[in-house]
């Protein structure tokens, strides 16, 4: 094994990269919030590797979407606790690329010579809620179908580009198979390949400038602004003393690293065995009483285009994520001040409180503020795909004009129309082939019955068949057994030749 090492080293020179990485100095005084930016990385690992195994099941189109997510929480080994932590995952990636930002920000880390670096983590955080807004719609459910409606629709409130944008993102004027299959190629090849581009960039930097020291020790008798010509080398001199003063990465700084990296995956574990994903009805376009509520990092934002008057929502909902784009990215070059400490920038610690404060203020009112319609309860098992296509079968052909279900009457139900029963428990009374045969003619069961026929060509058979699948699934809530009274009419019989 030592002449294999010896002959490996000799090419990759391994012992330069143990003393590149793991025997370099860090300054002294780092605390376990340094630790941020390496937990990042170790969640973003865990997504890779859940994202990687839970793309192996699912199915990017909206027949087969939902059924392959209950496929694999239902039958698969471990399926539902992986999607669970990816599910976490995506929360804790916002979480901490968020607290990361401010704590650079609160260090002022982002001036001389890491403005670059900050720049590169901007990019990381707009591309991680890129990631939370894409995968949202994957599971195709209600709260993903509508919260992605609603999420489009503000993006083409944009001016002189927002039709082209909302064109863009839905693959169509509407949501459908083209919107999932490219919010699906979003997630799982572009995103990510800008991600690993970006995070190597980021290491690369890290490495070679190494982590920002404590705020004291550039501030001591340094010139005013960074720009001022003597402080390229007032940095220089300061970060080799704290360096001189400091310990090796390894073992001092990487250790916490470990296991702060433990505990980060530790939790998202016991959150995906506790609480789990979370996976509502299908997604339905045809139910506009649907009220859609995003993630909880989305709800600020949410909130805030509930409260402004609605002259002004699409000026606050371009205008908004416009302004914070530019004051992130143009940060590192308005605020050349050489002072580091927030305590020293009484103006970044306003503001940054209002906005943490703001933030807070608006979730908790999203949390309390109930919705105006609620969801029922779904009783038994969801519909799968060819029932849910009967379903928005039943409802296109309005059908729920003369049949009431669950006792209530449609209200689109006018007093000429005709009396027909009700269909609650249509599923325990009559048999599929019944139903197919009835829907296709029901005058053949029973002549003087008002109901049109919708066989070939008002539907197709399969039309037919699945809007008889869906009727079979209308068995009440009393759990009783079926009971068929089906009398089919006698055949035609042939005309014979005379």
């Not at 371009?318 to 940060?331: D, F, K, S, Y």
């Not at 026929?453 to 539907?459: E, H, I, K, Q, V």
């Amino acid at each position: 094994m030592s002449a294999l090492g010896r002959w490996i080293d000799e090419r990759i020179d391994i012992a330069g990269v143990k003393r590149g990485l793991l025997d370099r100095k860090m300054p002294g005084g780092l605390t376990w919030w340094h630790t941020l930016g390496s937990a990042t990385l170790t969640v973003f690992m865990v997504q890779v590797i859940t994202g990687i195994v839970l793309a192996m099941y699912y199915s990017p189109s909206p027949d087969h979407a939902y059924d392959s997510i209950r496929y694999l929480e239902r039958t698969v080994v471990s399926g539902a606790t992986l999607r669970g932590i990816h599910h976490w995952g995506a929360s804790a990636m916002v979480v901490l690329v968020a607290a990361h930002m401010i704590r650079v920000f609160s260090m002022g880390a982002y001036k001389y010579p890491r403005e670059i670096n900050w720049l590169l983590g901007v990019g990381l955080l707009f591309i991680v809620l890129g990631f939370s807004f894409t995968g949202y719609l994957l599971p195709w459910d209600q709260k993903a179908y509508w919260a992605t409606q609603v999420g489009t629709n503000i993006a083409g409130t944009t001016p002189i580009v927002g039709p082209a944008m909302v064109k863009l993102l839905r693959g169509g004027a509407q949501l459908g198979a083209a919107t999932l299959a490219r919010f699906f190629a979003l997630h799982v090849l572009l995103l990510p390949m800008l991600l690993v581009i970006i995070v190597l960039l980021h290491l690369t930097l890290v490495i070679r400038q190494g982590i920002a020291p404590r705020t004291a020790v550039l501030e001591d008798e340094a010139p005013r602004r960074t720009t001022d010509p003597a402080y390229a080398g007032y940095y220089k001199s300061r970060y080799a003393r704290s360096k001189g003063a400091g310990v090796p990465f390894w073992p001092n700084i990487l250790y916490k690293d470990v296991v702060v990296g433990l505990v980060v995956v530790a939790v998202l574990v016991v959150l995906a065995r506790t609480v789990g994903a979370g996976l509502e009805s299908p997604a339905d376009p045809s139910d506009t009483s649907y009220v859609p509520r995003p993630e909880w990092y989305f709800l600020p934002f949410f909130q805030l285009l509930k409260l402004v008057p609605g002259s002004w929502e699409s000026a606050v909902a371009v205008g908004l994520p416009a302004v914070i784009v530019m004051v992130l990215l143009l940060l590192p070059f308005f605020d050349r001040r050489s002072v580091r400490s927030l305590v020293h920038r009484p103006a970044a610690a306003i503001s940054m409180s209002v906005v943490l404060a703001g933030s807070g203020l608006l979730i908790g009112a999203a949390v309390r503020e109930e919705p105006k319609t609620a969801v029922a309860p779904q009783i038994g098992r969801p519909l799968t795909s060819a029932e849910r296509a009967g379903k928005a079968i039943f409802k296109r052909q309005q059908c729920g004009s003369c049949h009431a279900i669950a006792g209530e009457k449609p209200p689109e139900k006018k007093e000429d129309t005709p009396d027909a029963p009700e269909l609650t428990e249509v599923g325990l009374k009559h048999s599929g082939a019944w139903m197919h045969s009835f829907i296709e003619d029901p005058a053949r069961f029973h002549s003087e019955s008002k109901m049109p026929a919708f066989g070939p060509p008002t539907l197709t058979h399969q039309e037919i068949e699945e809007v008889t699948r869906y009727l079979m699934t209308l068995r009440g809530t009393r759990g009783a057994k079926p009971e068929f009274v089906d009398t089919f009419p006698e055949p035609v019989k042939p005309r014979e030749k005379p």
